[in-house]
Each structure stands twice: as C-alpha cells, then as structure tokens.
C-alpha cells in the first residue's frame, strides 16, 4: 500500500514569490490535514480539508490556503512569501477524523 | 482552545535504562490522544491511540497509558534504534515533543 506522497520535496524561493506544495493522500484517505513544522513552534496546523471542503483551519494568515480535488489529492499555497515561512510543511491523511493520520515526507521550503 | 503540553523536552538514557514521557493536556472533548515517533528529516510515524481513561496500548518497547489530564509513554529497556522525538497530539493540535537519546 503506498505511502503518502509530497511534491516537491525540497523548494527555494524568495521573499514575495509564491508557491504550491502538493499532497496525495493513501488511496481510500478522504481527509487531509496540513501542517508547519519549524524548531520553535513544532507542529502547527494549518488546516484539514474532507471531501473536497475545508472543516477546520489553524490560526494562519490569508496568505495560506489550500484545496482538495476530487480524487482526494490536495494542495496548498502560500502567496507573498516571508522568510519566516521557511519550514517543513507535512501533509497527513487519515479515513476520517478521530482516527490515526499518516504523514507524508514533507515538503522542505525555505525562503530566501 | 486545547492544549498539549510534553515533558521532558529532552531525555538522554543509557541502553536498557526505563523511563516515561509524559504528556498533558487540555480539551473540550477527547476524541482520541495520539502518539507518533519522528525521526530526523521524516514525518510522523503513528504508534498508538488512546480513547478512554484507563486504556493501555503496548507495542515491542513501547507501552501508552493514559488518565483523564495526562498520557504517558513508557519505554522498557531501550535500545539506540529507539532514539526519535516522541510526539503527543489531540487532532490536529500537537505537543512539542520529547527528543530522545539513547546512547549504547
């Protein structure tokens, strides 16, 4: 059974850019959820998307915003990027809520 | 707003040497508290999941308790392969872990 899958794994970019990290989950996974990894906060999270709608949002600007598609795969997108928002950016999929979550590699952004 | 609170934030042990992570927290409704492992450059890894007070949950070294306020991961005779940060979550809020070292 394949794993959770993240592109890129790796990403530099510079301040005011903007940029998209894609997901996809397990396959049957309908729910995925995603977070901010950096050494001083850890685990943020900044929101989790089930069948194609979003059901909970972590306390983060506008600038970050995501989707689900039909197939469950996800993105997110970060526009008008700050160098604070060099981080690991984790993407984990579960069947549903209150269950386990699988996570993927990450995506390793930095900000230059 | 839920809490999660973990300690120690490090914890250095010898091979063989137990011991216990633990792991607060604060909720308005438990639906389940969480336990991964993580290893360095990895995403989390799941280990157990506890739903009621009283619930004990046992893998290889690794036993997960847990109470009404607090959870704790108790680790018999741990061995090097063991070094991760350990990571206590009520969905989607995270601790911010427990790095554990242990040296042969």
């Known amino acids: 059974k394949a794993g959770v899958t993240q592109t890129p794994r790796y990403l530099i970019k510079t301040r005011g850019q903007q940029v998209t990290l894609s997901c996809s989950p397990i396959?049957?996974?309908?729910?995925v959820s995603w977070y901010q990894q950096t050494p001083g906060q850890g685990l943020q999270f900044l929101f989790e998307y089930f069948s194609e709608t979003q059901r909970n949002k972590g306390n983060f600007p506008g600038r970050f915003s995501g989707r689900q598609f039909s197939n469950s795969r996800s993105e997110m997108n970060v526009s008008t990027l700050e160098l604070g928002d060099s981080a690991l950016y984790l993407c984990?999929?579960?069947?549903?809520?209150?269950?386990?979550?699988?996570f993927g590699p990450g995506t390793r952004l930095t900000v230059l | 707003e839920d809490q999660v609170t973990q300690s120690p934030e490090a914890l250095r042990l010898q091979e063989g040497e137990s011991s216990s992570l633990n792991c607060s927290y604060t909720?308005?409704?438990?639906?389940?508290l969480f336990w991964y492992r993580q290893d360095p450059g990895k995403g989390p890894e799941f280990l157990f999941t506890?739903?009621?007070a009283g619930e004990e949950k046992e893998k290889e070294r690794l036993k997960a308790t847990l109470t009404k306020k607090e959870s704790f991961l108790h680790i018999t005779a741990p061995k090097p392969e063991d070094s991760a940060t350990y990571l206590c979550?009520?969905?989607?809020?995270f601790g911010s872990g427990t790095k554990l070292n242990v040296k042969p």
């Open positions: 506890l739903y009621s």
């Open positions: 396959s049957g996974h309908r729910s």
């Open positions: 979550a009520v969905h989607p809020t």
């Open positions: 909720v308005s409704g438990l639906r389940g």
């Open positions: 984990a999929s579960s069947r549903t809520d209150s269950v386990e979550q699988f």
